[in-house]
């Protein structure tokens, strides 16, 4: 099973996280997609997940799901509480952008996880158009380049000077070093073409990267402890899925994830 739903939930004797483990995704291994099952309602202390070490920033709930009464379904399973949710090429296509502002006006904070990539005026004119959604984070392919980074960066700027968050992608968590050398013909090695994506992101004046795990000790060693690593790939140890470079919650805070997806 691999968990869908973290929130946070202080304790008030040890101002720890915690995580309210509502619903899983569940399949056999060679099964198709078996649907969701409500689990038993349960508070488990995040130490168990992340080495009793409070994540320095956020976990980001990611609502992969087709439509949108599936999505407001799970979100109301969290009752009072706002996780952090992350809307995906899937959502958003299916049901445009009415979808973000209805999760929005609930009070969720929003990572709209659309990976723009075209020519700058092109990202530009869709960072704009995505900048009056109200969202809290967006994302562009590190590999369109500075110039499309900055023009995205652009795009996204209030009239008042405030913009939601911009990341770069780097390499995607289900590419490996092998598959990047022979299709991409990258030849260097994932975490020193993850560093290089990474300086050219912060050099466009972007707010950090979307790495793996893997990278984020890297990443904030050249470009600064300020600099954001959000981390997708995050995995129950033994839990199995599409992407190749994954990481526990637990190694992911050890490694310096700033939010994990």
Known sequence: VQLKAAVRRPDPLMDKRYVRARRVRAAGAKAPLMG???ILECETIVKHIIGGCAM??????????????????????????????????ELFYSEGPSIVRRIKERG???FLDLKLHDIPNTVMKAMRALSRLGTDMVNVHAAGGSHMMSAALSGLMGGDGSRPLLIGVT????????????????GAAMEETVARYALNVKASG?????????????????????????TPGI??????????????????RRMGSDYIV
């Not at 609502?63 to 109301?76: G, I, V």
């Not at 390499?171 to 990258?186: C, G, K, N, V």
């Open 36 to 38: 969701h099952k409500l």
């Open 56 to 89: 320095p920033k956020d976990v980001i709930v990611a609502c992969d799901f087709s439509s949108a009464a599936e999505t407001m379904e799970f979100l109301n399973l969290f009752e009072n509480e706002l996780p952090f949710v992350k809307i995906g090429m």
């Open 108 to 110: 969720h904070r929003i």
């Open 171 to 186: 390499q995607l968590t289900s590419m490996d070093e092998a598959r990047m050398r022979d299709e991409l013909l990258i």
């Open 206 to 230: 972007l707010d950090g990267v979307v790495c793996s795990p893997l990278e984020s000790e890297k990443v904030h060693g050249l470009c600064g402890k300020g600099f954001l690593t959000v």
């Open 235 to 252: 995995r129950f140890s033994g839990a199995e899925g599409d992407q190749a470079r994954v990481s526990t919650p637990e190694d992911a």
